[in-house]
């Protein structure tokens, strides 16, 4: 049954790695916060995951709350922030910086 969930942790990380990319090419900012939220998500699983590989599934679940919990802040936050403003980039307000115009 470890194996199981070493596997599982493996196969998240992978699965993190994929939306790292989104999260760096997202054509728009909303692709962006949800690939974070998505991150943060997965990365709770791997906690939770890691805690029942360790038989410290109490130590673990704490912190992975508490994670899943600062990740649902933060994304709030982001998207009440880009909802007026567009772009990533100070002083553009369109989602594609294009030099300057």
């Not at 805690?51 to 508490?66: E, H, N, T, V």
């Given at each position: ?57 109490d130590?673990?679940l ?40």
């Amino acid at each position: 049954m470890e194996d199981f969930f070493i596997y599982s942790a493996i196969f998240l990380c992978f699965l993190v790695m994929l939306v790292l990319y989104r999260g760096i090419v997202g054509p728009t900012v909303l692709d962006r916060i949800i690939s974070i939220s998505a991150i943060g998500t997965k990365t709770t699983i791997i906690l939770v995951l890691m805690g029942f590989i360790y038989k410290r599934g109490d130590m673990f679940l704490d912190i992975a709350l508490a994670y899943a919990f600062l990740n649902f802040i933060a994304t709030i936050a982001a998207a009440k922030f880009f909802r007026h403003r567009k772009s990533i980039i100070p002083g553009s307000n369109c989602p594609i910086n294009k030099g300057g115009i």
